[in-house]
């Protein structure tokens, strides 16, 4: 069983479109994290969440919003694409927010904006 | 404000080698420090985590240490493999932070 999976894999579309993906974990975790890996492979923080509360906001446009329905579930939705926007989504999580818990990523989610 | 860089950007040895993979950060004042590996179009899959109390931690071939006061760890494999061909980051966390990542080392096993 895929202990975090993201949807889609690969995302295409056109800048001003608005665009969601997806993320589950099936490992009991506390907290999720969105992270953004750019064309050089830089991996930042962009959200992270604790039973479904914000407690990490990066500097990230407000075009981005991330909402966690419950705490196995955090999805990013991005309005007004841009072409900058154009990354690789990972989605994380880890057992607690006390820093020893090691980081589980999903398989990623490669988003072109054209 | 933590910064982490990694040395080579790229590494490529024959099978059978043992090989050090390097990491430093600026702010020594770490919680922890844990190692990923990213396969192509793949997530990262965590290594080994090094919580700031200890020295180092081993898995298999995998041996990971940890310097605070001088901000640097390495990451030791042992015996490559052609299977170890992947990106290698390591990540440090401050307290009330969230994890910092270095850029990668990629790293090519040759046959």
């Known amino acids: 069983d895929t202990a975090v999976s993201q949807t889609p894999k690969y995302l295409v579309t056109q800048m001003g479109n608005d665009k969601s993906i997806k993320c589950e974990q099936n490992?009991?975790?506390?907290?999720m994290y969105w992270y953004k890996q750019d064309s050089k492979k830089f991996l930042k923080i962009m959200f992270s969440?604790?039973?479904?509360?914000?407690?990490i906001n990066e500097t990230v446009p407000n075009r981005f919003s991330p909402k966690s329905p419950d705490k196995a579930h955090l999805n990013l939705h991005i309005n007004s694409l841009e072409l900058g926007d154009s990354a690789v989504y990972f989605c994380?999580?880890?057992?607690?927010?006390?820093?020893?818990?090691?980081?589980?990523f999903g398989n990623g989610t490669r988003l072109t904006v054209t | 404000k933590q910064e982490v860089t990694q040395i080579p950007a790229a590494l490529s040895v024959p099978e059978g080698e043992n090989l050090v993979l390097n990491c430093s950060f600026t702010?020594?004042?770490?919680?922890?420090l844990q190692w990923f590996r990213q396969d192509p179009g793949k997530g990262l899959t965590s290594l080994l985590l090094?919580?700031?109390?200890?020295r180092e931690q081993t898995s298999g071939r995998l041996n990971a240490s940890l310097d605070k006061s001088s901000g640097r760890s390495t990451l030791y494999i042992a015996a490559s493999q052609p299977g170890d061909s992947a990106t290698y980051l390591c990540?440090?966390?401050?307290?009330?932070?969230?994890?910092?990542f270095g850029p990668g080392t990629r790293l090519s096993v040759l046959p």
């Open positions: 994380a999580s880890s057992r607690t927010v006390s820093y020893n818990s090691p980081l589980h």
């Open positions: 490992l009991g975790h506390d907290t």
């Open positions: 969440y604790n039973n479904k509360e914000l407690i």
């Open positions: 702010d020594s004042a770490i919680y922890n």
């Open positions: 090094i919580q700031s109390s200890q």
């Open positions: 990540a440090v966390v401050n307290y009330g932070q969230n994890f910092v």
